[in-house]
């Protein structure tokens, strides 16, 4: 009975009690008085390492204690496990947890629930778990940091189901449970029965409550919900404006969040990396150079923040300004696999194939590890480039070298550069022995390298797979009516047609944006809404006249044979690029580039187009379309004519 009294006591500071009880259990006085002496002097080592974060010394004093049976406090043990979490010193934090726990000894819960988050911290949660089951008394920090642990672990169901348990243990959930179990939340039906509860307990006016609330709605794509638990909170800090910034960011409605952003300015608050990476995350979108520039400005405040330069060199590859990309690229201190594989997928979706895979090499010498996304990025410039046998090689050793397994987008890819070569039953072959049953994705690009090729079996074989696994793919009936109308199969014309207005498919029209003094204009086909619409017809009848004086001549095979044959719509005159690259003319000073977004992908004539244009006009053209981006230039593009 005596020994297990002592198994249980608690070590502080060696108090005269403590020593008087070890005195009482301890027969030899001579020897009592040096166990004592030494035990206090272990204890003032051990707590003097702790506090000093000599990890290495501390480890030894604890090994010594342990040795001699002496413990310290609960709070001398906490600094020791922090110190283990900022050098990741998991053998170390185990030795800890071992120490803690032995000899029967039953810690504070404050104790346990520190070394239950260790483990979470050191991704061990089987072993949080168990600690977490053997707990004899567990409160809602206990709960809180395993419900958390399960939600980043995406383990929602269980994160759930322990939220489930801990109010039927009668543990009250606090404002950090529920900002933690929010994120578990992957349909609306249970995020609406978490709010209701929320309400129920007065959690929703809480800053975290509030904030995950509009994380997750925006995730769930419900922007109305999120906004309006947004609104119904009379006052606001930062950490709620940039969730619902943010929200509207991930969900492509830039316009809204930039609305956003300039009210959270007005109202006096002042932007940190999150407002500013979900800014940059719309400039993104939109490709608001302009814009972007300006965030710039702010970002440098924060030189140093991995995450924002990251977004920072994402938007100016995006917008297509590769030189500010390469410059935000070259001056970053610290550079994650995330920044390589950015400026890698940016140089080859901007043309410069050559260059990313130079920067490719470059980062196998920096010791960077590629990940799934920087081989998909290196496999784009091969295709893009028309690099066979290159792309070939990092195909096959990505596995070997990487230890990244192939997936879709990697195929795809492949696929991609195997059709645009002409090596259409090579691509074929690659469909037929993919581990994956191919997506409308995979088929696409079979189908446009036969486009290229005019190969109208393998397209009409690709086009009718698409069809199967997207019916609602506008693009793909298009192409198909318009290759059965150039090989004169109008019985297979009019059925194509006659299948679209049963379905209630129409085609997209195109459209194209241009920045102008930070305002944002949108050309459709054929356009008339534009005020100055007048003068930018005049001016493209007038430039294309220029044109033909020196070759020029519309390459009508990209008309368009569309659902009612509307030549006005789809005539290549009035094409949207053409019409965005004509008022950039007009309204930009001589040697800015103009820079246009577009919806699609762009046909052959326009590129004829802008090619000669910014010849023609000394000026540089930037096009970005769904596929890639297109740098014109001295009657050049940086594709190639290869697209």
């Known amino acids: 009975m005596i020994l297990k009294a002592v198994s249980k006591l608690k070590w502080t500071k060696p108090s005269s009690q403590a020593r008087q009880f070890s005195l009482t259990i301890t027969p030899p006085v001579a020897s009592c008085n040096t166990i004592t002496r030494n035990s206090s002097s272990l204890l003032d080592d051990f707590t003097r390492f702790c506090y ?50 032995s000899g029967g000894f039953e810690p504070e819960t404050f104790l346990v629930n520190i070394l239950l988050n260790m483990h979470v911290k050191f991704s061990l949660l089987e072993e949080a ?46 404002m950090f ?48 919900n999120a906004e309006c638990v947004f609104n119904e909170m009379p006052t606001r800090d930062l950490v709620v404006w940039n969730s619902i910034i943010g929200g509207y960011a991930q969900n492509s409605d830039v316009d809204e969040a930039l609305n956003l952003y300039k009210r959270m300015k007005r109202a006096g608050f002042a932007a940190d990396q999150s407002t500013l990476t979900s800014v940059l995350r719309a400039c993104t979108g939109l490709a608001l150079l302009e814009l972007g520039t300006q965030v710039h400005v702010h970002v440098l405040k924060y030189d140093h923040d991995l995450i924002l330069n990251n977004a920072l060199l994402d938007m100016y590859c995006k917008c297509g300004s590769l030189e500010d ?41 920096s010791r960077i590890k590629p990940n799934y996304i920087t081989i998909v990025g290196v496999l784009f410039a091969c295709s893009h480039a028309g690099f066979v046998e290159v792309g070939w090689n990092h195909f096959k050793s990505m596995k070997k070298f990487y230890g990244i397994d ?44 036969c486009k290229v090729h005019r190969n109208t079996d393998l397209a009409i074989c ?52 241009i920045e102008v003094n930070k305002q944002i204009h949108a050309f459709n086909v ?90 023609m006009e000394n000026q540089t053209i930037v096009i970005r379309d769904p596929i890639r981006y297109h740098h014109f230039q001295d009657g050049n593009c940086s594709c190639g004519d290869y697209w």
């Open 52 to 101: 000093q974060r000599d990890l290495p010394r501390a480890m030894k004093a604890m090994h010594a204690m342990q040795c001699h049976g002496v413990r310290a406090d609960s709070v001398t043990y906490a600094e020791l496990i922090k110190c283990c979490l900022a050098r990741h010193a998991v053998e170390e934090a185990k030795l800890v947890h071992n120490h803690v726990l």
């Open 129 to 174: 778990q168990v600690l977490f089951d053997q707990m004899p008394e567990r409160n809602v920090v206990s709960w809180t940091t395993m419900i958390s642990a399960y939600c980043d672990a995406k383990m929602n169901d269980k994160a759930l189901e322990l939220l489930i348990f801990m109010l039927r243990e009668g543990v009250r959930p606090n």
């Open 177 to 224: 449970t529920y900002s933690s179990v929010l994120r578990a939340c992957d349909s609306l039906i249970i995020l609406r029965q978490l709010h209701c509860g929320i309400i129920k307990v007065g959690f929703e006016s809480d800053v975290f409550v509030r904030s995950a609330l509009i994380d997750i709605y925006s995730k769930l794509g419900e922007l109305r």
């Open 325 to 365: 990309a390469m410059s935000v690229f070259s001056r970053m201190i610290q550079k994650d696999v995330v920044s390589w594989s950015t400026m890698i997928s940016g140089l080859a979706q901007n043309g410069y194939s050559q260059e990313a895979l130079k920067l490719f090499e470059s980062m196998k010498v």
């Open 406 to 449: 192939p997936g879709r987008e990697h195929y795809s890819c492949m696929i991609d550069l195997l059709g645009r070569a002409g090596k259409l039953h090579e691509a074929v072959k690659l469909i037929h022995e993919m581990p994956y049953e191919p997506d409308a994705v995979t088929w696409r690009a079979l189908l446009g390298a």
């Open 462 to 513: 690709a086009a009718k797979k698409i069809l199967n696994l997207d019916p609602q793919d506008p693009g793909t009936y298009i192409l198909l009516s318009n290759i059965y109308a150039n090989s004169q199969k109008w019985d297979e014309v009019a059925e194509v047609r006659k299948t679209m207005r049963a379905r209630g498919i129409t085609k997209e029209p195109g459209c194209s944006w």
């Open 526 to 615: 054929a356009d008339s809404s534009h005020p100055q619409i007048d003068k930018i017809n005049k001016h493209l009848k007038h430039l294309i006249q220029k044109l033909v004086g020196v070759g020029y001549a519309p390459d009508t095979n990209y008309v368009l044979q569309d659902l009612e044959g509307e030549q006005k719509e789809d005539s290549i005159q009035y094409h949207s690029e053409k019409l965005a690259i004509v008022f950039g003319l007009m309204s930009l000073t001589q040697g800015k580039t103009i820079r246009i977004r577009k919806n699609l992908r762009i046909c052959g004539d326009c590129h004829t187009f802008a090619k000669l244009t910014a010849k």
